[in-house]
């Protein structure tokens, strides 16, 4: 169990008295915040609040608790900061699984070309911006001064793999810096860079007679099973909207992080174009689906955090096809057979 981490959903409950709005402020469900005050409970051997259906309340154990939580977190995030200017500054960044190894390999690299380029130079040029990670005006994200390659006290990018609810809810606790977020999402209190937008395709097993098409319609799709990725439970619902709207009502709808089920043929999923043996990829006639993504932080950003974003969407827009909020799709317009393909 993360002590940690229950803590802080602890105190946010405790400072909401509401389930549902410290879930809001956490960026998660409330069922999984509601299991986690649990096993919070089941950890210290007591019950933090009574809980009714008009209102929530601290217990005498809960009020003490909340005392020595505010401690034991406040001394973590200054053990955090001492560590962060030991070793020199971190910029902790979040970034959702399926954009890929080729994608995250990108941002990685791009990231610390910046930081070089930041570096070689140096903040008091006529012209230059300021280092990356130079400044006092962040915590987190803009920590010391950015020094040369391989002395410890350049800004080292530490990227987590995580879903945007899992990003959502550690930016808000102050255990990343920054994140990459998929929309839409309740995250009250982070802040968004410029929106970008993906079209996806719909991935099919090589064997589906799908396959044989050049694109496909979303109503082709009626009957089969879906996978859809964990952890975004906005984009799941307006995903499945766009599909019910459009004709597709999906016999299953399951959730997995890897394209397993697809390549055995038992259902399709929606994605970005891929080259695995055993699929293949289809554009959906009309562009219906339209996912947007853009970079997160919580209050103000800091230099290293203004860095990564911009690395972000030029690299998403370079290596994921991404394009700004806004701009028109490709259309691809296919007639549909009178009695619909059958699947």
């Known amino acids: 169990m993360d002590l940690v981490k229950h803590l802080r959903y602890f105190t946010v409950v405790a400072e909401e008295l509401h389930f549902g709005n410290a879930a809001v402020r956490l960026g998660m469900a409330q069922p999984p915040l ?15 609040f009574d809980r009714s259906s008009r209102r929530v309340r601290l ?23 001492l560590a962060g200017r030991e070793e020199g500054a971190v910029l902790r960044a979040g970034i959702p699984p399926d954009l890929g190894s080729t994608v995250i390999a990108a941002l990685i690299a791009g990231f610390e070309a910046a930081c070089r380029e930041a570096v070689a130079t140096g903040p008091g040029e006529p012209g230059r911006g300021k280092a990356v990670g130079e400044g006092t005006g ?8 950015a020094g040369r390659e391989g002395t410890g006290r350049g800004v080292r990018l530490v990227p987590t793999e995580m879903w945007s609810a899992d990003q959502a809810a550690a930016l808000t606790a ?19 860079g410029p929106v970008l937008v993906q079209y996806p395709g719909v991935v099919l097993a090589e064997s589906d007679p799908l396959a044989r098409l050049s694109s496909v319609h979303l109503a082709d799709l009626a009957g089969r099973r879906l996978v859809l990725y964990p952890g975004e439970p906005g984009l799941h619902e307006e995903t499945l909207g766009e599909c019910r709207r459009h004709g597709f009502v999906p016999q299953e709808v399951r959730q997995a992080q890897t394209l397993g089920l697809v390549m055995a043929g038992t259902a399709v999923a929606f994605g970005p174009r891929v080259t695995l043996p055993g699929l293949c990829w289809r554009p959906l006639v009309g562009s ?4 947007r993504i853009s970079v997160a932080w919580r209050g103000e950003a800091g230099p290293a955090a203004e860095a990564f974003g911009a690395v972000a969407v030029r690299v998403l827009k370079e290596n994921a096809g991404m394009t700004d909020d806004g701009a028109a799709p490709v259309r691809r317009v296919r007639s549909r057979p009178a009695s619909g393909f059958l699947a």
């Not at 005050?37 to 051997?45: C, K, V």
Request: net charge positive; proline share 4%; charged share 30%.
């Open 34 to 48: 509601s299991q986690g005050i649990r096993r919070l409970e089941e950890e210290l051997g007591v019950r933090l």
């Open 59 to 81: 217990t005498e154990a809960g009020r003490a608790v909340l005392a020595e939580a505010g401690e034991i977190l406040a001394r973590v995030d200054r053990l955090r900061a």
């Open 138 to 145: 962040s915590t987190e994200a803009g920590r010391g001064r």
């Open 174 to 192: 102050g255990t990343l810096d920054v994140g990459v977020l998929r929309h839409p999402i309740a995250a009250p209190g982070l802040s968004f």
């Open 288 to 291: 219906p689906l339209a996912w």
